[in-house]
């Protein structure tokens, strides 16, 4: 999946949240909650796997 869609779904899945808690049922907005973790980790994981490989050592 790439980043883009990654923040993407994170932006969707947050306004889901903010939405569920006004005017939807609570399974919806745990849907939503979890779409949000799941986005999040895997945004922080390619940050800092990115962040690994550009910092590593040169070879020799």
Known sequence: MPLW???A?????????F???????KPLQS???LLAAACAAYIGLTLLF???VQ???PAS
Request: net charge positive; charged share 15%.
């Open 31 to 33: 849907v939503c909650v």
């Open 19 to 25: 939405l569920s808690r006004r005017y939807l049922r």
């Open 5 to 7: 869609l990654a923040a």
């Open 50 to 52: 990115v962040d690994a």
């Open 9 to 17: 779904l994170l932006v969707l899945s947050l306004s889901g949240i």
């Open 55 to 57: 910092n590593q050592p």
